[in-house]
């Protein structure tokens, strides 16, 4: 048992050849520049569904409010 335990560690650790390391970086750099657009973008659609809804309902949140709406309006973040 110790033996393919010893065997399955090798396995599972293996050898990356610097071509292989090369495009594991590049991928995952990759990864991370999408994964900031995606969070840039999801703030762009957060702020333009803030908007329309604004523009469709109004500012006067009391009217909510009566309808039972726990409403929270606050200043957007300078960038």
């Given at each position: ?5 010893d ?14 390391r ?55 973040n300078?960038?």
């Amino acid at each position: 048992m110790k033996k393919k335990k010893d065997e399955l560690e090798l396995a599972l650790r293996g050898y990356i050849n610097p071509h292989q390391r090369l495009m594991i970086k590049t991928i995952l750099t990759h990864i991370d520049f999408l994964s900031d657009q995606i969070e840039l973008l999801n703030l762009e659609v957060a702020t333009r569904m803030v908007e329309q809804i604004l523009a469709e309902v109004g500012t006067d949140v009391e009217r909510l409010e009566n309808l039972g709406y726990n409403v929270t309006i606050s200043e957007p973040n300078a960038s």
